[in-house]
């Protein structure tokens, strides 16, 4: 039987047990025609009648057979996404929207797609998508990109645009585990030496105590170090210096340097400081404001900066850090092999796993374990002697 709420039109059961609603929608002619709404619950087919009817009333309502796949992601990537996600992601959905999809899948209609055709489109991807160079795109990528499809289709169902998300059965390439790369315990200690009296000493010596991300290193601003001598020093992490692609198409770069909210709410964190870190840092901090006013450079908020008082730009840190270690005949890794060193000497130090993925900033600690988790062969042949004893 017909049951109807506020402005909602007609809701009901159909005979096969489904909720079904009905509304009237207006045709170029002048007349009205049916428009039928599925859900699983009265209150999914209610607010799904409640946003067509907000649509209509707008005059912002789009047929799906007359709306490409690329028009409404640039609708969906604007209304529904923009004020919701960092900026990192933004730029992150657009060069996907932009530079894989508009000319490709993008060209379909809505009411067309189907998993066939989204499956054959990451297969390609996955032989021959990388935008510079030849190759394809990495699984983490394609996973990424089937993430921001599969958000934007799930709002096509709930907008009643598409019946189901044909991104839900697609299958994606396996990612293959990449081996972190981190010091062993002599090298910590060699890499220790070499960097005395360094300019990059303090920032890897914070790096490999405290185990931050090199967005995170760079992006530390001085009210977030709380520093008490003799007493219990601590940083708090609450964003992070990257750089992204310009989101200004009228930019004169194509990447601008942006400080940002951290990756998730679990890298909003405290971290405490080892007494002689913080007696460092006390110095670092008179020294810093001493150079910047000797050179008539403004005063900094960030605690590592270039030699003119600007932020440090995460590749110049890079680049430095490999010469560093070419220089000085060690093994090369990038700067996030610090944070992964930091985690297998506090392993290696008996630290529990749950207080070193609140450190890290992890949502939970099976991802900790997952990644981080694999003990040196120097750890593995002491467990292993525990067993002579048996035998």
């Given at each position: 039987?017909?049951?109807?709420?506020?402005?909602?039109?007609?809701?009901?059961?159909?005979k096969q047990g489904r909720w079904r609603g009905l509304v009237s929608m207006p045709s170029a002619n002048g007349q009205y025609k049916r428009?039928?709404?599925?859900?699983?619950?009265?209150?999914?087919?209610?607010?799904?009648?409640?946003?067509?009817?907000?649509?209509?009333?707008?005059?912002?309502?789009?047929?799906?057979?007359?709306?490409?796949?690329?028009?409404?992601?640039?609708?969906?990537?604007?209304?529904?996404?923009?004020?919701?996600?960092?900026?990192?992601?933004?730029?992150?959905?657009?060069?996907?929207?932009?530079?894989?999809?508009?000319?490709?899948?993008?060209?379909?209609?809505?009411?067309?797609?189907?998993?066939?055709?989204?499956?054959?489109?990451?297969?390609?991807?996955?032989?021959?998508?990388?935008?510079?160079?030849?190759?394809?795109?990495?699984?983490?990528?394609?996973?990424?990109?089937?993430?921001?499809?599969?958000?934007?289709?799930?709002?096509?169902?709930?907008?009643?645009?598409?019946?189901?998300?044909?991104?839900?059965?697609?299958?994606?390439?396996?990612?293959?585990?990449?081996?972190?790369?981190?010091?062993?315990?002599?090298?910590?200690?060699?890499?220790?030496?070499?960097?005395?009296?360094?300019?990059?000493?303090?920032?890897?010596?914070?790096?490999?105590?405290?185990?931050?991300?090199?967005?995170?290193?760079?992006?530390?601003?001085?009210?977030?170090?709380?520093?008490?001598?003799?007493?219990?020093?601590?940083?708090?992490?609450?964003q992070a210096l990257l750089r992204i692609k310009n989101p200004d198409p009228d930019g004169q770069t194509n990447t601008i340097l942006t400080?940002?909210?951290?990756?998730?709410?679990?890298?909003?964190?405290?971290?405490?400081?080892?007494?002689?870190?913080?007696?460092?840092?006390?110095?670092?901090?008179?020294?810093?404001?001493?150079?910047?006013?000797?050179?008539?450079?403004?005063?900094?908020?960030?605690?590592?900066?270039?030699?003119?008082?600007?932020?440090?730009?995460?590749?110049?840190?890079?680049?430095?850090?490999?010469?560093?270690?070419?220089?000085?005949?060690?093994?090369?890794?990038?700067?996030?092999?610090?944070?992964?060193?930091?985690?297998?000497?506090?392993?290696?130090?008996?630290?529990?796993?749950?207080?070193?993925?609140?450190?890290?900033?992890?949502?939970?600690?099976?991802?900790?374990?997952?990644?981080?988790?694999?003990?040196?062969?120097?750890?593995?042949?002491?467990?292993?002697?525990?067993?002579?004893?048996?035998?």
């Open positions: 039987m017909s049951r109807r709420g506020n402005n909602e039109g007609s809701i009901y059961k159909d428009k039928y709404i599925y859900g699983k619950t009265r209150k999914e087919v209610s607010d799904k009648m409640n946003e067509l009817l907000r649509q209509l009333r707008t005059n912002t309502y789009i047929k799906p057979c007359k709306t490409s796949l690329y028009e409404f992601l640039h609708m969906w990537l604007e209304t529904y996404t923009k004020n919701i996600v960092r900026m990192t992601t933004y730029v992150n959905y657009e060069t996907f929207i932009e530079k894989h999809i508009k000319d490709s899948i993008g060209t379909f209609p809505l009411c067309d797609l189907n998993t066939v055709i989204i499956q054959n489109f990451y297969n390609e991807k996955a032989k021959n998508g990388k935008l510079v160079g030849k190759g394809g795109l990495s699984p983490k990528t394609l996973r990424n990109m089937n993430n921001m499809l599969h958000k934007a289709l799930n709002q096509a169902v709930f907008m009643d645009m598409i019946p189901k998300n044909p991104t839900d059965f697609v299958v994606l390439p396996r990612s293959s585990k990449v081996e972190m790369r981190y010091f062993t315990l002599e090298e910590q200690k060699q890499l220790q030496e070499v960097i005395k009296g360094h300019r990059l000493e303090l920032p890897i010596l914070i790096s490999l105590y405290t185990g931050v991300r090199q967005g995170e290193l760079l992006g530390l601003p001085w009210h977030n170090v709380h520093l008490v001598p003799n007493g219990q020093s601590y940083i708090r992490i609450s400080i940002t909210e951290p990756k998730t709410s679990h890298s909003i964190r405290n971290i405490p400081l080892l007494p002689e870190l913080a007696a460092r840092l006390i110095e670092h901090r008179k020294a810093q404001a001493a150079y910047l006013k000797q050179h008539n450079y403004p005063p900094s908020d960030l605690v590592f900066t270039s030699v003119t008082g600007t932020p440090v730009d995460p590749r110049d840190l890079q680049r430095s850090f490999k010469i560093l270690l070419r220089n000085n005949g060690m093994r090369e890794i990038n700067v996030h092999g610090l944070r992964h060193t930091f985690a297998a000497r506090s392993l290696e130090s008996g630290m529990s796993v749950k207080t070193l993925s609140t450190i890290l900033g992890h949502a939970n600690s099976a991802f900790t374990m997952d990644v981080y988790c694999h003990p040196s062969d120097d750890l593995k042949s002491a467990e292993m002697k525990l067993l002579e004893n048996l035998l």
